[in-house]
Nanobody, 126 residues
């Protein structure tokens, strides 16, 4: 089993920044995609970004390219999401996820990920 715990959400003004953390425990694999998703009220869960745990491969959704940065600290078993230039439309519950996906890097449906954190709320005011 893999356990994921997000933290770092909060209220921020448009244009501001937040850093989210995802603490990872349990049995993991170097090939796992460690991902961030988000879900706004009334919307489907949306892929944001992933990083391959040890391979350094990264992918971003178009909506966050140039503003968000995913990283990981292997020694701390933690994945981070640095969010800059935040917009009101970034308001959502943010989830970290892990999965052993082997398909296209652009294929990231929520159902393909096996493990999920509880989510952390990010609210961006205008």
């Amino acid at each position: 089993q893999v356990q994921l715990v997000e933290s770092g959400g909060g209220l921020v003004q448009a244009g501001g920044s937040l850093r989210l953390s995802c603490a990872v425990s349990g049995r993991t694999f170097s090939t796992y995609r460690m991902a961030w998703f988000r879900q706004a009220p009334g919307k489907e869960r949306e892929f944001v970004t992933f990083i391959i745990w040890s391979g350094g491969i990264i992918a971003y959704a178009d909506s966050v390219k140039g503003r968000f940065t995913i990283s990981r600290d292997n020694a701390k078993n933690t994945v981070y999401l640095q969010m800059n230039s935040l917009k009101p439309e970034d308001t959502a519950v943010y989830f970290c996820a892990a999965g052993q996906l082997s398909g296209s890097y652009s294929y990231n449906p929520a159902h393909a990920y096996d493990y999920w954190g509880q989510g952390t709320q990010v609210t961006v005011s205008s």
